[in-house]
């Protein structure tokens, strides 16, 4: 494969505004609460940012289709700003396109900002909202908690799972999920639930119930990323560095019925495969710390830590289960409470789960903060459906390890 971008792209700065039902709000100024954490964070002026990218995947309700509100909310110096879109990946889309300057040299200082603003929309994820005439084509029978479902379903059919030791697993991902979010302040929902409250939670789409879907929500993310030369001359002394930045796309094959089974991510097994070696790493499970993943539903969480290669296959629910990934196992995932209760404003969760990784690996996330600070964390995001999406993964780490 190419040579990479590892280590060549520091993070200088990271912000977050706290996501939920903020009426108060409108995505510009959720734009500015997350910047004006970040710009502090990395210790310089607005005036010294050389490019920016904007993630906003509903734009008709939120921004607009172009980059000026960015630019105008933040007073950028006149610089090119890119708006993108990648359906729930649109947060690491933006990330990758300011790593990417960086990296390249195009620019010394770059700025990823990922806002969206759903609540006053009252979109709640069902019914359907059209993505055009492409996807009322193909997809005009189906429903995000739907389609989820039947990933459900095949990897039980897939693995000889029964169906009471799935929907006990994917209740103890809620269940992790929720403990952790309750020490956030920047998460939506901050209340701890147990086990029988989501195992006799009112269905939504056998065999998902009420907290097997996470909500969704308002919020803003935002990271400004330089060169390590950049950065250490501007004084920061604990760097923490790009590993990996893999993005894949699904080409059809999965709708072709030829060798899908319908119980895991193609597209995030070969984004996890590229990212593993771009980052050098050859033991994912022994040599990540730490994991926030695009977990929409919680089966999509528990299929998922296969797809990124730390559980063996069939065997995820067994880790979920034997407490792998709560925040005192072996590899804490969604530390910070994840999509379950940050809730999903779209174009900025990508973002949002790299902030965690850097407050983690710098020692500064609180109460929730690992007694340990972990050395390599991962950040998985996930856009479109099982059969037809985009699987991003991102690596990041101190400049070190």
């Not at 799972?161 to 309750?182: E, F, T, W, Y």
Request: charged letters at 20%.
């Amino acid at each position: 494969m190419a040579k990479g971008i590892r280590d060549k792209v520091a993070i200088l700065g990271m912000g977050c505004a706290k996501f939920g039902e903020r009426w108060d709000k409108d995505a510009e100024q959720l734009t500015v609460e997350a910047y004006e954490e970040a710009i502090a964070d990395a210790g310089i002026d607005t005036s010294q940012i050389d490019a920016a990218w904007l993630s906003v995947a509903f734009d008709a309700v939120n921004i607009g289709p172009s980059g000026i509100p960015l630019a105008t909310a933040l007073r950028l110096p006149n610089i090119g700003v890119t708006k993108v879109e990648n359906y729930c990946a649109s947060g690491t889309e933006a990330f990758r396109g300011a790593v990417y300057a960086v990296a390249s040299g195009a620019a010394d200082i770059a700025l990823a900002l990922g806002v969206e603003k759903l609540k006053d929309t009252g979109y709640g994820g069902l019914p359907v909202r059209t993505r055009g005439s492409t996807f009322d084509m193909i997809g005009v029978t189906g429903s995000a908690p739907g389609n989820f479902a039947q990933l459900a379903a095949a990897y039980r059919n897939e693995h000889g799972v029964s169906k009471d030791d799935l929907k006990r697993a994917m209740a103890h991902v809620s269940v992790k999920s929720h403990a952790n979010g309750a020490k956030n302040p920047k998460a939506h929902l901050r209340k701890e639930i147990d086990i029988d409250t989501v195992m006799n939670a009112p269905m939504i789409a056998d065999p998902l119930g009420l907290f097997d879907c996470c909500g969704v929500s308002d919020g803003a993310a935002c990271a400004i990323v330089t060169t390590p030369e950049i950065a250490r001359a501007l004084g920061k002394q604990d760097l923490v560095t790009v590993k990996a930045l893999q993005i894949v796309t699904s080409n059809g094959w999965e709708s072709q019925g030829t060798g899908w089974n319908g119980s895991y991510f193609h597209t995030t097994r070969i984004a996890a495969s590229k990212a593993y070696e771009e980052a050098g790493v050859t033991r994912p499970r022994d040599e990540i710390s730490l994991m926030e993943v695009h977990d929409c539903f919680s089966i999509t969480e528990l299929v998922t830590m296969e797809d990124l290669h730390i559980s063996p296959e069939g065997e995820g629910w067994k880790d979920v289960l034997d407490g792998f990934f709560d925040a005192d196992g072996k590899v804490p995932c969604q530390i910070d409470g994840g999509l379950k209760c940050f809730g999903h404003p779209i174009g900025a969760s990508g973002l949002r789960m790299i902030y965690e990784n850097y407050l983690q690996l710098l020692g500064r996330a609180g109460e929730r903060q690992r007694s340990a600070p972990p050395s390599l964390a991962l950040s998985h995001n996930l856009g479109g459906m099982p059969n037809q999406n985009v699987s991003a993964v991102a690596i990041v780490g101190l400049a070190d390890a």
